[in-house]
């Protein structure tokens, strides 16, 4: 008698301190996880006027939807948010003609295909006010009023010479990758705009044997 | 029936504006204020039941008028 009640004992009691160590487990699992939030992170790579519309349209569109909304604004991203009246910025030739090449503000942003010379983006901004679509420049102090927030990247910042004063206001400070990751970390939804790949008609240096 | 609080015309305005222009209207109002929402964007059709979803507010009607244009009843929730 006494031999069965151990023998039926023992192993209930082995089993309760497995399940213990199998609750810890997972206990210790579930606290690495990552809870997402109705979040919508982007990263602005992509400063050209057909990468910024998109960006600001979705990014002021999850705002307008009870969502949290950052964008986080880096390389040719960041000349989208250059203030329009700056128009050198950097403090060597490299920085300056940087700048030169890629004219400050979302108003001023080129089309990455069919620019024409200024011709395209001219054309799409008349689109635009027909259909009474909001442009990019407009979107960012719209979502500015939405409570998006706009954050630009300090290391490219720093790499193209833009100093806080050139860029447009309302924008929250600077911030380096890692805090760029932790933004996108807790984020349902995150994005990176970038700019459209090289057309097969115009093959890389590298494929043409350059 | 209950008593629509606001109109929100948003005709002729196009994506996002109708949504935008809703959004901060209900931004003021009081948990259960019904919004009346027209637009003539082709695109609220189902940009509109998909801010329901997302914001979490409930799209009590939906419907084309007359003039081809578009009317939401909206309740506001969260």
Redesign the interface.
């Known amino acids: 008698m006494s031999t069965t009640a151990t023998t039926e004992t023992e192993p209930e009691t082995t089993s309760l301190a497995d399940l213990l160590q199998r609750v810890e487990a997972l206990e210790a699992e579930r606290s690495k996880q990552i809870k997402k939030k109705?979040k919508l992170t982007i990263i602005a790579w992509g400063g050209n006027l057909d990468q910024i519309w998109p960006t600001t349209?979705l990014a002021?569109?999850a705002?307008?939807?009870?969502?949290e909304s950052s964008v986080f604004f880096t390389f040719w991203g960041l000349f989208a948010i250059v203030k329009p009246e700056v128009r050198i910025t950097g403090d060597n030739w490299m920085q300056k003609m940087m700048s030169v090449m890629n004219p400050g503000s979302a108003q001023k942003a080129k089309l990455s295909r069919y620019h024409f010379g200024g011709a395209g983006p001219a054309m799409f901004k008349k689109l635009a006010r027909d259909?009474?679509?909001?442009t990019p420049d407009e979107l960012i102090a719209?979502a500015n009023d939405?409570g998006v927030r706009l954050i630009p990247c300090q290391m490219t910042m720093d790499l193209l010479g833009l100093k806080r004063d050139d860029l447009i206001d309302g924008l929250e400070e600077p911030i380096g990758a890692a805090t760029a990751l932790a933004e996108m970390r807790d984020a349902a939804v995150s994005l990176f705009i970038s700019r459209r790949r090289r057309s097969a008609s115009r093959p890389a240096l590298a494929e043409r044997g350059c | 029936m209950d008593v629509i609080t606001r109109t929100v015309d948003a005709k002729?305005?196009?994506?996002?504006?109708p949504?935008?222009a809703?959004?901060?209207a209900l931004k003021d109002a009081r948990t259960g204020d019904l919004f009346e929402l027209l637009a003539t964007d082709p695109g609220s059709r189902s940009d509109v039941p998909s801010?329901a979803e997302?914001?979490?507010n409930e799209l009590l009607e939906a419907e084309v008028l007359d003039d081809d244009s578009f009317r939401y009843v909206i309740r506001k929730v969260?």
């Open positions: 109705n349209i002021t569109t705002a307008a939807s009870g969502m259909h009474q679509v909001a719209l939405l | 002729g305005q196009s994506c996002p504006g949504l935008v809703l959004a901060r801010w997302i914001s979490g969260a």
